[in-house]
């Protein structure tokens, strides 16, 4: 079976339970509470709610609500006369580097540490892992040029959303709304959360991911399909959901000279890294908290989008940082005190993942992600 049927069999299953930090999707009755887009401390929000299929312009920065009935965007379908680009895969095992191996993964999940209760107590165990890396070539290459390129977190294996990918770039690029970009949709070691490497690659407040995607996994894409990836940080985006959110902002807080252009559904911005680091207490709530406001600003630019009842607190820590509604309400508020380039979606009746506004919204958010983007002049 090819890549492209894959993808496209993968994409029929996707649904909001994809994140592997979430729990099974909540039922009504039982589920988080829904936190209502005026709530306190909320951004003030340019209201598109009741008017389905609705997003903002792709030119504009700022705060949307949007809801609570979602119009799946056209992008996603295969249109005859459409160039279709070439998806393609091959697997990395954890063995053949030396970054992130061996990997870990978590015999229980932890307790929380008595003697400092923003972190758990987990014991973990090395593991041998192998991950596949799906690329999508754009039918518009050149090749020798320096192609500008995607970093989707939480490649194949995991029913997610983002494996209509390939068709909605394959769509945007032919209508001149995004650059002729390679997509490289990267699995993610395996587990989840805190002892386990999905959490470790995901969570870490470090560059470290950043550094493996660089020198384990780009110059196996350029060597395996034969292209040229830009260095241009401008030419760089990265996105994800859930952890692979967080993530996404990680590599391009860390690595700003490697990524500028970030997407995130659900993004993970709360305290879920391991083990615990002394100088991000809180971890990916630190950047709400005190790295963004206390910092100068990044050449960053952001789009995120939250569910109106995403995750609340899905384990044992009860510390106040585990709210994904806040944390992203948080978010947008810090990025407009200090004047990023950002755009949030509020989405009601959805939840983690954003179920089917994603399906509305991924076309509007890369569109608005490549605004501005200049192709760097060749030396």
Known sequence: MSPRIILANMLAIASTAYAADAPPA???DNGPPTRPFDMPGAPTFTRLDGKPGANPPVDVDGDFLIGPEYVQAPEFKVVDGVPQ????????NSKDGTLLNPGIARNVFGAVDPKNPK???????????????????????????????????????????????????????????????????????????QGHERGREYDTMSGLYAEYIETHVLPRVAKEYGVTLTKDPEGRATLGTSSGGSAALIMAWYHPDLYHRVLTFSGTFVNQQWPFDPATPDGAWDFHEKLIPES??????????????????????????????????????????????????FCQHVGHGLGPAHG??????????????????AP
């Open 85 to 92: 680009g070439k998806v393609q895969q091959f697997t990395l």
């Open 360 to 377: 509305q919204i991924l076309p509007h958010a890369l569109e608005w992600l490549w605004q501005g983007y200049v192709p760097a002049k």
């Open 296 to 345: 100068a600003a990044k050449p960053i630019r952001l789009f995120m989008a939250v569910g109106d009842h995403d995750l609340l607190n899905p384990n044992v820590m009860r510390d106040g940082m585990h709210d994904w509604v806040e944390a992203n309400n948080r978010m947008a508020k810090v990025l407009k005190a200090k004047g990023y380039h950002y755009q949030y979606l």
């Open 119 to 193: 972190t758990l107590i987990v014991e973990t165990h090395p593991i041998d892992y192998t991950r596949t890396i799906t690329v999508y070539v754009p039918a518009q290459y050149v090749p020798g040029t320096a192609a500008p390129f995607i970093v989707a977190h939480d490649g194949p294996g995991m029913g997610h959303p983002d494996m209509g990918l390939a068709h909605v770039l394959d769509n945007l690029i032919a209508q001149k709304r995004v650059p002729a970009q390679i997509a490289i949709m990267i699995s993610n070691g395996g587990g989840d959360a």
């Open 26 to 28: 909540p039922k009504k």
